[in-house]
C-alpha cells in the first residue's frame, strides 16, 4: 500500500504500473459513464428532478425492482447452495450435463429467457395451467418478475459457492460425525460458517443482476404501471419519450441505492470472512 | 474396552485394501497399525471406526465383544484423529473441543458451566491452557494436532484411532509428541489404534505392533518381539536397516560366497537360493579371519560421527555392497580406511528361502 509514496525495493514489483492501469481502465469502463449520468442529471432543477424520482408510478416501481430481487437473491442462495452441494459432493450419470446447464441463465439472450417463462407461465402454458385453477397468476404479475429474476440470478450463487465447497474438506464431516453430531448439527455448525463469505459474494451477484435486469422481465410481467411495472423499464420508457434527463435521474437513484446496498453486503462479507479466517 | 475385528475384507472396485484380516486389541492397548502406504492400514481404521464399512458379508468389527459392524460413526463413540487435523477452522481451539459436547441431545448436553470446566481439564492436559481463543490457523501444526487430540477425548470415547497422527509434522515434532502421546496414553489409559507408516514411532510408541502389507497382517507382536524375529522377509525389510545376503542353503548350512554358516530350521533344504538378513549392528569386523566362519569384505566408506562408526562394505567375492554398524570401543582396534580388507563375522543370521517376493 505504501510502496506508492516510498520508493522502498519490493519483491512483488509491478504495483505502480498495474495500479495506473487498473485507475485507467476502471475509469474507461465504468466511471466515465456512470459521470456523464449524473451529468445529465445535473442539467435538471432540484424540484424537477425530486419530482421525477418520486412520483407515484416511480415509486412502485422501485418497491417492485428491489423486493423481487432481494426476494430473487434470497431464493438462488437456498436453492443455488443446494445445487452446488449435488454437484459437489454426489457422483451421478449426466453430472456434466446438469453442471453446463447451470451456466444457461448466463448465456441465453435475456429475451429468449423471458418468452420462454411467459410462453410457460401464461394462462394456457405448461405450468401456467395448473396455476391458474388454483387462483395462482404466475405470468403478468409480481410473481412471474420473481421468476424471471430467479432464473437469471442463479448460476452466481452456485458458481461463487461451489469452489469453496470443493475445498471443505470431507474430513471435517467425519469429524463432527464420529464426534456423535447429526446431519443437522453437522451442516449447521461446520459446513455452513465457512461457506457464508461465498453465499454473501452469491446473493450480492444475484441482487445486482436481478436489479439490471430487463429483457426477460419485460415479457413475463406484463408492464403495467403501479403493478408490474419495473424501474428499468420506466427508464426504457423516458427514453423513449426523449425525456433523456427523467431517465438518467431515476438511473442515478438506482445507482446510488444499488451502490449503498451492495457496499453493505461487502462490508458484511468482509466481517463474515473475518469470522471465519483460517 | 477391547476391540475385536474378524475376517474384514474391503476392495475399492477391482483393488483390494483389506484381505480377511483379523485383529485383536485388548482393553487399555497402545498398538500401532505400520505398514507401507496402500498396504490397508489407514481402511482398517476407518472401518473401525464406522467412517468406512466393510464388504457386505465379510466380517465383524466388535467392541467388548458387542457386534458394532452396522453401528454409525456417531454411535459408537470413539475418538477418531486425522492426519491433517480436520479442526474447524472457524471455532476457536474452545469450541472445538466443545463441538462434541454441545451437539449432544439437548437432554444429555452438559450445562454451560460443566462444558467449560471439561473443556479447561483438557487444554491442561494438551498443555495448551493459553490457546483457547485463538483459531486453528493460528497454532502450529504439533499444537493443532494436540488439540484435535483434546477435541476427541471431550466426548469421553471408549477407544482412541488416530490416522497417522504426526504424518504431517516435522521431525523434531514428531519425536515430542511420541512422547507426549505415551505419557497421555498413561493418565488416560484407553484402548488406543494409531497407523503410521513409520518404523521408529511403532517402535517407541506402541506396546504392540501390527505389520501390515497388501491388505494383510504380516505379524503382530511387541516392539521387541517384531525387531528382533521377524516373521517374513518383509517385516525385516520393513522394521529397520537390513542387509541381505544372497546365498542357497543346503542340508542345515548357508553358503554365502565360500563360507558356510549353520542356520536352524532349513535341514532339510537341498541347494535352494536363499537370502540372508542381518542387522547392521549385528556385524562383527575382524582384521584377520576367524577360523570357523567369516566373511572377506572390503571397506568403501568409514563415517565416524557420532556414537557410531558406520561402514560401507562390500563383498570380496560377489561384490554385493554392505553396511555395518559398531561402536567406537569396537573400531578402536582395527584399521578403519577406506580400500582396507577385513572379514566380516555374522552374528544373527536369519535364513529365508528366496521364493519369497517382496
Redesign the interface.
Known amino acids: 500500500m505504501f510502496a506508492l509514496a516510498s520508493k522502498e525495493q519490493s519483491a512483488l514489483p509491478g504495483f505502480r504500473v498495474t495500479l495506473a492501469y487498473s485507475v485507467v481502465y476502471l475509469g474507461l469502463i465504468v466511471l466515465i459513464p456512470l459521470a456523464a449520468t449524473f451529468l445529465k442529471t445535473a442539467s435538471m432543477t432540484w424540484p424537477a428532478f425530486v419530482e421525477a424520482v418520486t412520483s407515484p408510478r416511480v415509486l412502485a416501481s422501485y418497491r417492485l425492482t428491489f423486493g423481487t430481487s432481494l426476494i430473487a437473491a434470497t431464493v438462488n442462495v437456498v436453492f443455488g447452495l443446494l445445487v452446488a452441494w449435488v454437484l459437489v459432493r454426489y457422483r451421478f450419470p449426466g453430472k456434466k450435463f446438469v453442471d453446463a446447464f447451470v451456466d444457461l441463465p448466463f448465456a441465453l439472450p435475456t429475451a429468449v429467457a423471458g418468452i420462454a417463462l411467459a410462453a410457460i407461465y401464461a394462462k394456457n402454458g405448461w405450468i401456467g395451467q395448473f396455476m391458474d385453477p388454483l387462483g395462482i397468476k404466475t405470468a403478468f404479475s409480481p410473481l412471474g418478475v420473481l421468476i424471471a429474476l430467479t432464473f437469471i440470478g442463479l448460476p452466481f450463487v452456485v458458481r461463487t459457492v461451489q469452489p469453496v465447497l470443493e475445498d471443505l474438506e470431507p474430513e471435517l464431516e467425519e469429524a463432527a460425525v464420529s464426534l456423535g453430531a447429526s446431519r443437522w448439527e453437522t451442516f449447521r455448525r461446520v459446513l455452513l460458517p465457512p461457506l457464508y463469505p461465498s453465499l454473501l459474494t452469491g446473493f450480492a451477484l444475484a441482487f445486482a443482476r436481478a436489479l439490471g435486469e430487463y429483457g426477460s422481465v419485460v415479457f413475463i410481467s406484463g408492464n403495467m404501471p403501479m403493478k408490474t411495472e419495473i424501474t428499468p423499464l420506466l427508464i426504457i420508457t423516458k427514453l423513449e419519450q426523449y425525456d433523456y434527463a427523467g431517465a438518467t435521474a431515476i438511473a442515478v437513484v438506482m445507482l446510488i441505492a444499488s451502490f449503498a446496498l451492495l457496499l453493505f453486503i461487502n462490508l458484511l462479507q468482509k466481517w463474515s470472512l473475518q469470522k471465519t479466517r483460517g | 474396552m477391547s476391540i475385536e475385528v474378524r475376517n474384514i475384507t474391503k476392495r475399492f472396485g477391482s483393488f483390494t485394501a483389506l484381505n480377511n484380516v483379523s485383529l485383536e486389541v485388548r482393553s487399555g492397548e497402545l498398538v500401532a497399525l505400520l505398514g507401507p502406504s496402500g498396504s490397508g492400514k489407514t481402511t482398517l481404521l476407518r472401518i473401525i471406526?464406522?467412517?468406512e464399512f466393510a464388504d457386505a458379508g465379510s466380517g465383524q468389527v466388535c467392541f467388548n465383544g458387542e457386534d458394532v459392524t452396522h453401528r454409525?460413526?456417531?454411535a459408537?463413540?470413539?475418538?477418531?484423529a486425522?492426519q491433517?487435523y480436520?479442526l474447524?477452522?472457524?471455532m476457536t481451539v474452545f469450541e472445538n473441543i466443545a463441538?462434541?459436547l454441545?451437539?449432544?441431545p439437548r437432554a444429555e448436553r452438559p450445562a454451560e458451566s460443566e462444558i467449560r470446566r471439561r473443556v479447561a481439564e483438557l487444554l491442561k492436559l494438551v498443555q495448551l491452557e493459553q490457546f483457547e481463543q485463538r483459531?486453528?490457523?493460528q497454532l502450529s501444526g504439533g499444537q493443532r494436532q494436540r488439540v484435535?487430540l483434546a477435541?476427541?477425548l471431550?466426548?469421553e470415547p471408549k477407544v482412541l484411532l488416530l490416522d497417522e497422527p504426526f504424518g504431517a509434522l516435522d521431525a523434531k515434532v514428531r519425536k515430542e509428541l511420541r512422547r507426549w502421546l505415551r505419557e497421555l496414553h498413561e493418565k488416560v489409559p484407553i484402548t488406543t489404534l494409531f497407523v503410521t507408516h513409520d518404523q521408529d514411532e511403532a517402535l517407541e510408541v506402541a506396546s504392540r505392533i501390527v505389520v501390515m502389507n497388501e491388505g494383510r497382517i504380516e505379524q503382530i507382536g511387541a516392539p521387541d518381539e517384531v525387531y528382533d524375529r521377524p516373521a517374513n522377509p518383509f517385516v525385516y525389510n520393513f522394521l529397520g536397516n537390513v542387509n541381505l545376503f544372497h546365498g542357497r542353503i543346503h542340508e542345515g548350512l548357508v553358503h554365502l560366497g565360500n563360507t558356510a554358516f549353520a542356520v536352524a530350521g532349513h535341514d532339510a533344504a537341498a541347494s535352494v537360493p536363499a537370502i540372508a538378513y542381518v542387522r547392521p549392528h549385528e556385524i562383527k569386523v575382524l582384521s584377520r579371519p576367524n577360523g570357523v566362519g567369516s566373511l572377506p569384505a572390503l571397506i568403501r566408506y568409514v563415517n565416524s560421527a557420532g556414537p557410531l562408526v558406520r561402514l560401507e562394505l562390500e563383498r570380496a567375492d560377489d561384490r554385493g555392497p554392505f553396511s555395518v554398524e559398531l561402536t567406537r570401543e569396537e573400531g578402536r582396534g582395527l584399521a578403519l580406511q577406506p580400500g582396507a580388507q577385513v572379514y566380516v563375522e555374522l552374528k544373527n543370521l536369519r535364513v529365508f528361502a528366496d521364493d519369497y517376493s517382496i
Open positions: 471406526a464406522g467412517l454409525s460413526a456417531a459408537r463413540q470413539v475418538g477418531f486425522f491433517h480436520a474447524f477452522r472457524h463441538f462434541g454441545r451437539v449432544r483459531f486453528p490457523s484435535a477435541r476427541a471431550a466426548v
